[in-house]
């Protein structure tokens, strides 16, 4: 008997030609951005992102004393100036921190979106290309919550399909459209106690953010762990990322969004997304704003 053949996996590359740094980013239109701003009715705001402490980069008995890991170090530095400080601060890619992926920060087979060779591309003074710089100008669109965590977090090992996603679509009154950004939330904030699997996008839900033309993947939660499927690509990271090109907004906190979409029965909203204007870096960290 011979093994059904399996889907080919959705693909961007070459969509926009040889020299695109966007990726999906395209597909947010100024109709796009027309609509997101219609969306603003009431002045409501929340923040899609976590609240980081940063800990000290010195240690020694003088310095404060920290219980968890923080994704950002400081050392303060005084600028000679008796009623001014400075400080440096050291960010990095970090399960704690809100942060968005450039393209460049995942590669398919040596090379990165859309098809430049990954050492020409990565290099030890920065990103060449599909850095940071894509997100200089900002992002501004219209932002979908689809809560699967409503009543109770999606369990332990859970794949998430688009059935899921169309089950929420329904639920909540809302649909995406092509150049909307896409958050979803799982319930799962903090990292799990060692050994717990932890739910994730399946490839089936990838290929709906494909089809439907999302520009943006936002979650409290993202790719499973431990994979899904071992021997196929992550699907957020590998596929959506990595072949699509379409930016992730990693690590979100997406609790406070819930609350106000179901206090106002709206699951649709003005996202603006504005990460420091930093160029030639695999991701940055920001600060995700809704408004209603």
Not at 157 to 173: I, N
Request: aromatic share 6%; charged share 15%.
């Amino acid at each position: 008997m011979s093994t059904p053949a399996q889907p080919e996996l959705p693909d961007n590359w070459g969509r926009w030609g040889p020299d695109d740094e966007l990726g999906t980013l395209n597909l947010i239109t100024e109709a796009v951005r027309a609509r997101a701003a219609a969306e603003v009715r009431t002045g409501r705001w929340v923040s899609l992102a976590q609240p980081v402490v940063p800990t000290p980069i010195i240690s020694g008995p003088l310095a404060p004393a920290t219980v968890d890991v923080s994704p950002v170090q400081q050392m303060m530095s005084y600028t000679g100036v008796s009623t001014a400080a400075d400080l440096t601060l050291i960010q990095n890619h970090h399960a704690k921190s809100t942060h968005i992926d450039a393209l460049a920060h995942w590669s398919t087979d040596g090379e990165v979106y859309p098809g430049r060779p990954r050492d020409q591309v990565i290099t030890p003074g920065g990103v060449t290309f599909a850095s940071t710089a894509a997100f200089a100008a900002g992002i501004v669109t219209r932002g979908v919550l689809l809560d699967l965590a409503a009543d109770e977090p999606v369990p332990a090992g859970y794949a998430v399909t688009s059935r899921d996603l169309e089950q929420a679509e329904e639920r909540q009154g809302v649909q995406v459209r092509s150049g909307d950004a896409l958050a979803v939330r799982f319930g799962w904030q903090a990292l799990p106690a060692a050994g717990t699997p932890t739910p994730g996008i399946s490839v089936d839900a990838v290929r709906w953010m494909h089809h439907r033309e999302v520009s943006v993947y936002t979650g409290d939660w993202g790719d499973a762990f431990p994979p899904l499927d071992p021997a196929g690509p992550s699907p957020l990271h590998g596929v959506a990322l990595g072949r699509m090109a379409m930016p992730l907004i990693d690590c979100s906190q997406l609790d406070d969004l819930a609350s106000v979409c179901a206090e106002l029965g709206r699951y649709s909203f003005l996202l603006v997304v504005a990460p420091p204007r930093v160029h030639g870096l695999t991701g940055s960290p920001v600060n995700p704003i809704a408004l209603f």
